[in-house]
C-alpha cells in the first residue's frame, strides 16, 4: 500500500452558497491524497502501472471550472472523477478550501474533508 497526493492545488472558481459568491468568484485549494497499491509501478518504473498525477490535476481542474453551490460537493465529485479512471484506488482523501469566506468576520479560510474508502 502507498500514496499518491497532489497538495495545494490553487485555483480561481465561481462556487458558493450566494449568488455573488458564483458572480465575483474566489481563491480555492485542494489537497487529494489517494492509497492504492503501489508494488507495481515501484518495481516496473512505468507510468502505466501507476496513478497519474498529471491525470488527477487534470480531473480536479475539469471539476473547479463549473460552478458549484457547495464545497461539499466539489469534493464529490472530485472523488467521483478520479474513482471513475482508475479504479484500483483503496482510498481517497479530498480537501477543499475556501479562501476568505463571506461569512461577516475574518476567516483565513474555510475547508471541507471528504474521504472514501472503496
Do not use: W
Request: net charge negative; with cysteine; proline share 3%.
Amino acid at each position: 500500500m502507498g500514496q499518491i497526493a497532489l497538495e495545494g492545488m490553487e485555483f480561481f472558481a465561481y462556487h458558493g452558497h450566494f449568488d455573488e459568491e458564483q458572480k465575483i468568484g474566489n481563491k480555492y485549494s485542494i489537497d487529494v491524497t489517494i492509497e492504492a497499491d503501489l508494488s507495481a509501478p515501484a518495481s516496473s518504473d512505468s507510468l502505466r502501472d501507476t496513478i497519474d498525477y498529471g491525470d488527477v490535476y487534470q480531473m480536479v481542474n475539469a471539476v473547479m471550472k463549473k460552478k458549484h453551490r457547495l464545497l461539499e460537493h466539489v469534493g464529490h465529485e472530485i472523488i467521483a472523477s478520479v474513482k471513475a479512471k482508475f479504479k484500483h484506488i483503496e482510498k481517497i482523501n479530498v480537501v477543499v478550501s475556501k479562501f476568505n469566506p463571506p461569512i461577516g468576520g475574518v476567516c483565513h479560510k474555510a475547508k471541507v474533508v471528504l474521504e472514501e474508502v472503496f
